[in-house]
């Protein structure tokens, strides 16, 4: 069965730099890109940043850039989002999902998701 486990998320303060988690099981990262995603209350999914699993490229939304970092483990079958100097605008459910592609246009993400985790909340607030 293929599963993606988000973890990591919780209270922080603003300008924390927490680290949110990606495990999957029942297949591998060379298979599916993957890309972190957030939803704020009252507002939409959006695409925050994906890595490719053909090239290891990465792409990321313009609100995030400079501030947060995707990586991947293979070894671990993990994928990470470092998230920097957080703002309250942050605040929000943070998912991870399967890609059968992943890219940016030079405005936003493009992504094909096939799977979602269940995602795990961070509230930025102090």
């Known amino acids: 069965q293929v599963q993606l486990v988000e973890s990591g998320g919780g209270l922080v303060q603003p300008g924390g730099s927490p680290r949110l988690s990606c495990a999957a099981s029942?297949?591998?990262?060379?298979?599916?890109?993957i890309g972190w995603f957030r939803q704020a209350p009252g507002k939409e999914r959006e695409g925050v940043s994906c890595?490719?699993?053909?090239?290891?490229?990465?792409y990321y939304a313009d609100s995030v850039k400079g501030r947060f970092t995707i990586s991947s483990d293979n070894a671990k079958k993990t994928v990470y989002l470092q998230m920097n100097s957080l703002k309250p605008e942050d605040t929000g459910v943070y998912y991870c999902?399967?890609?059968?592609?992943?890219?940016?246009?030079?405005?936003?993400?493009?992504?094909?998701?096939?799977?979602w985790g269940k995602g795990t909340l961070v509230t930025v607030s102090s």
């Open positions: 999902a399967a890609l059968f592609y992943c890219s940016h246009d030079g405005s936003q993400l493009i992504t094909d998701v096939d799977f």
């Open positions: 029942g297949f591998t990262l060379d298979y599916y890109a």
């Open positions: 890595i490719s699993s053909s090239d290891g490229s990465t």
